[in-house]
Each structure stands twice: as C-alpha cells, then as structure tokens.
C-alpha cells in the first residue's frame, strides 16, 4: 500500500523494512491430517516484537499453525525457522515459546503461586529467584491477594489473568494465545485486550494470537493474516485489512460490507478516470489502480458507514448513486443500520451514525431515498 | 396417590429382598446357641471362638496380603493399559485391544480359573500364595482399566499440554499432572480390584495350594460342613468393614462437594 490507512498505532513496521530478518518464518508449512489438509503450503514471516494475529473461522488452519509453532504438531512438510534455527525435531519442552491455552489449562491442584512457579521450578532456577518471579507476575497481572487460591476459587476473569501470568513467567521469546478471552464477557474482553497491548509493548516480547474475533485482532495487533482453509489470504495491518481487502473473502469476513458483483466497462487507472463498473444497470466509478481488464467479472465493495443516505437526490445521479426505499432498520444504539431496497431490487447496507437523539431521527420504513457514495469511498476486488 | 402406594410397596419389598438375608445372618452371629435357625439369647461367644480359630484367621490374613498386593499390582497394570489405549490411538489392532479388555468382565469365572491352572499346570509352577495373586491380579486388572480409561476420556489434554509447554519433560508431567488428576479413579480401581479379590471363590479356589487357603474358600469348606456361627461372625465384621468403606467414601465426596460448592461462590463473589 502506498498511502497509509487508518491510524497508526505505534512506529513499528518491520515489514516494510526490506533489511529485516524475520524473528519467526513459515516456510511452505503443510500439514495434513489423514486426508484433510488443515495447513497448505503457507509462507509467513513474524518480526521480533511484533504483535501478530492469526484471524480466520474455525477450521482455517490457524490454530493448527500455532500449535506446530508450540512444537504440539510437526509439519507434514516444510519447516519453521526461529530466529534462523529450524524446529524441527525440538519437542514442545525445549522450545522458547509459552502458550496460553484457550481453557487457559491451569493446574487444578496448584494453587495459583504454584501455577506460575511450575515452568520456572522446570529450568531449576534458585527458590529465591523463582519467588521474586512468581510476585513479579502477581502483581503484574494484578493478582497479589489470590497467590493461595486454587484455581476453582477465582473467577473467570481471573483465571484467564493466572494463565496469562503463566506463560508469561519464563520470559519466552514468543508468547502465543490461543483464543485467549474467547471466555470473557463483552465488557472484560474489550479491557483486557488493551491490557494485553499495553503488556506486549512494555515487555517488548513477540505475541502471536490466534482468534476467529475480528475485533479482537483488530484491537490488538500490529498486523493479520486472515486464513481460510488453510492458505492465508491477506497480511496487512488491520486498518488496510479494513480499509482495502485483498478479495471477497477478506472484505466479508472483516466487519460488516456491500459486495456488488458487475463488469468492468474500462480501466484507466486511478488517476484518469478510474474503473467503470456496470453492475446489471447500476454504473459505478471508482477511482482505484486495478488489475483487472474490460469485460472481466469482479466485485464492488462498499462498507456500510462510506454509504451516504440522503431523501433528496444527490447531484450526480448517472453513477454510484440508487434509488429505493427504506427496507429495514437495525438500532444498535452507537449506530443505525439501513437496508435499503434500491428499485431494481438489490439491497445495500447504509449506516448512520446516530449523532442526533432517536427522537430525531427522520427516516422510517417505507420512505423513499437516495444512497450514494465518493469515487473513492469503494473498492474492486478481483479475487 | 395409589401410584406413590404402588412404589413404596416395590421399593420396600425390593430392599427387603436385598437386605433381610444379611439382617438374618448379621442377627445370628450374636446368638448364644449352636444352632444357626435358633434364637438362644445375647452373646459374643461366637467372636471370641472366631478370634481363637487359627484356621480362620490364617485364612483372613492371607485373603488381605493377596487382595492388597494384587490390588496394587493390578492398579498399576491396569492404569498403564488405560492410558495406552487411550492415549496411543494410532497403534494396530487398537480396536481389538480394547475390547479384548472387557472380556475378563463377561467371561465365568470358571474359566478364568481354569485356563489359569492349566497354564500353571503346564508351566510347572507349584500352586500357591503368588498364583493366587496373579490369578487376582490378571482378573481384576481389566475392572481397573476400564475404571482409569473412564476418566482418562474426560481428561484435558491441554493441561498436559501446558506442562511440556511449560518445560516439564513427558514422564514428570504424567507424575506432576496426570496422576495427581486422575488418582482417585486410580484408587477407586483399587478398591475395586482389592473388593474382588476379597470375596473371589471360584478363581482362587483352581490356583490356589498348600498353605494359601483364602477366606472365602475357608468359609466354603466350613459350610459344607454344617453352618456354624463364627462363619455368621466373621461375615458380620467383613460386612461392617465393607460397609465402613462405603460411609467413608460417601462422606469423602459429599465433603468435595460442598468444598467445590463453596468455592465457586467464593470465586464468584470475587
């Protein structure tokens, strides 16, 4: 991507650094199960401090792709490279990387102290050393008060943070969480994924997360792969995963988007007029640099909250523009979201901010409206 | 109304059923007669004449040495097969394994006992102390097995996961980990293996030899003699044992339970 999207988190992006070496690299990882392949042929590169995020429904390969990391599984083919050393053959008690489990898998005949102590009593460090540890974690995941209890006296919310402590206890190379606050209510789950930035940036460790939230990645990371069965389909951050998916699939499995299938009439680049969609009578312009050439058949997407609705119509009417009627409304509070039936029958997804109070709100089902949107506003996808 | 008549009716005739034979025979160890049909009155006399009987009691001390050591040799046994079966899905004939470990539950006893005296037999082995309890220990282990792989089932592998994840090498994590979890589906196996050995006539009764008589096969050749009340005696205190056992282990769980119980309140008061 040549302009940057969205707001930028920190300054960080090895990526773009062509003199930088990978801290971990996936290298035509394959794995297969019997007959089913769960991980194709995958090449990825993780940098050092980098918080990365592995997004994509269940059953994509993601959290198969972790657990060869871990050392849980070997790949059928290909290898891993930790800082340039293969893994390969390295069981899972050898390896520098700590995982937190999506059960969060803590002892339940340990006391909460001895949870976090169990990995560092393995590398035999002296019992002083390990008790300065173990307080250190405490306090750090804030939990001094239950270092006695057992497991099944604490909370979720608290479990999860003993877990987190954990596998944070041997300062590994690479910290992985598996799904890790898949069991937290909305409400703890937003709070602890700030926390958890917070954490990766002051402890400057590696973190690769696993999850199938898109708002969790989002939250979280400095960039995603969103897998899908077994192939990823996009690396990026997640602004320009939002902002410019690279296919259909990104584009719906990130947020919320209209896709509008058509052709394309002409393509001359962003500049010079941009490509010229018709899609079965509805004419769309967008000023993009793209691949595809005159008559090829490709996507128009649109998310919801870069559609305009207006109840006069907009200046220009021949192009990015449709008329129809208010078909459904969804009130989710922050925002409200429009269906709207254009007249030859599609529907398109407006999303208005509910700046004003609902009282306010002028629009109801049945009225006649327009939506439109900048030339910018969309993209093509090809794939 | 008629119904919950109905049911109490069964439910008492039912209990009854299991119960007044052993309320009979629990009665009549406390009878001062010689005759096992007549009341004669209160006394003790057939404890203190079971206490003196060596025979008898030769016969109970080797009937706890075999249920013991055989219990602890089938548990260990017995785990380790469980965990094989459900741990290592990948070997051959997996399948087979695994039901072949059921079949000691449904095969007679007697031919369990006979196929272990003709292997003795035709090992030249001299009949004794140690065929008994590998007779015992061969039988019961498959009940362990079945118990262990049970709970090994529900078990999370994850947790062992986190151990090696953690740096705890395979072997130390099934003592740290595995065990601790599982030990009391461990040694509900060995109660239950140790039960059977008690109260196991007909296999004992084909390898056992010379100076290996175990009590239930006592108490048979007694019986066959004419009952006698120290057999009432005797049987009394194994069901008062076995009966401790019982209320032990209720209110073993029951306390569990109501620790758990108060812990997740505690966990979910914060």
Known sequence: ?383 | MKNSRFDATVLTLGFAFLYIPIIILVIYSFNASRLVTVWGGFSLTWYREMWSNQGLMDAAWVTARVAVISATIATVLGTLAALTLVRFRKIPGRLLFSGMIYAPLVMPEVITGLSLLLLFVSLNVDRGFWTVIIAHTTFSMCYVAIVVQSRLLTFDRSLEEAALDLGCPPVKTFFRITLPLILPAVLAGWMLAFTLSLDDLVIASFNTGPGATTLPIKIYSQVRLGVTPEINAICTILIGLVALGVIAASIATKRNEVRRQRDEQAAAAG
């Open chain 1, 1 to 383: 991507m040549a302009k940057s999207l969205g707001p930028v988190k920190r300054k960080f992006s090895p990526w773009t650094d062509p003199a930088s070496v990978p801290f971990i690299r996936f290298e035509n990882i394959t794995k297969k199960f019997g007959n089913f392949t769960a991980v194709d042929n995958l090449t990825l590169d993780i940098y050092e401090r980098e918080f990365f995020a592995l997004l994509g429904p269940s059953g994509c390969g993601k959290t198969t792709l972790m657990r060869m990391l871990a050392g849980f599984e070997e790949p059928t083919e290909g290898r891993i490279l930790l800082q340039g050393k293969d893994l390969a053959g390295v069981p899972p008690y050898r390896r520098p990387t700590n995982m937190m489990f999506q059960s969060y898998a803590l002892f339940p005949h340990m006391t909460v102290e001895k949870n976090i102590a169990f990995g560092l009593e393995q590398d035999k460090l002296p019992k002083g050393e390990i008790e300065a540890r173990v307080q250190e974690m405490l306090k750090l995941v804030k939990l001094e008060q239950f270092a006695k209890r057992k497991p099944s006296q604490l909370s979720g919310g608290q479990r999860q943070r003993v877990a987190l402590a954990r596998s944070l206890a041997k300062r590994p190379k690479v910290l992985l969480l598996d799904e890790p606050l898949g069991a937290l209510d909305k409400k703890l789950r937003e709070e602890t994924q700030f926390e958890l930035t917070d954490l990766q940036h002051t402890l400057g460790l590696t973190f690769l997360i696993v999850t199938h939230d898109q708002e969790e990645a989002m939250t979280v990371s400095d960039r995603i792969a969103v897998m899908d069965k077994g192939v990823i389909m996009q690396v990026a951050t997640p602004a320009e995963i939002y902002e410019a998916p690279n296919s259909r699939y990104v584009a719906d499995f990130i947020g919320d988007i209209n896709i509008i299938e058509g052709n394309v009439v002409s393509n001359q680049g962003a500049a010079t007029g941009g490509v010229m969609l018709d899609c079965d009578g509805l004419k769309i312009v967008v000023d993009q640099e793209c691949p595809a050439s005159t008559g090829d058949r490709v996507a128009f997407a649109i998310r919801p909250e870069k559609v305009r609705l207006n109840i006069d119509p907009p200046t220009e009417t021949a192009v990015n523009a449709g008329a129809g009627e208010v078909y459904d409304i969804g009130y989710l509070g922050d925002f409200s979201l429009f269906l709207v039936k254009l007249d030859d029958g599609r529907i398109v997804r407006a999303a208005q901010a509910n700046i004003q109070r609902l009282v306010d709100r002028p629009l109801t089902f049945g009225d006649r409206v327009w939506v439109n949107w900048s030339r910018d506003a969309g993209l093509v996808l090809t794939r």
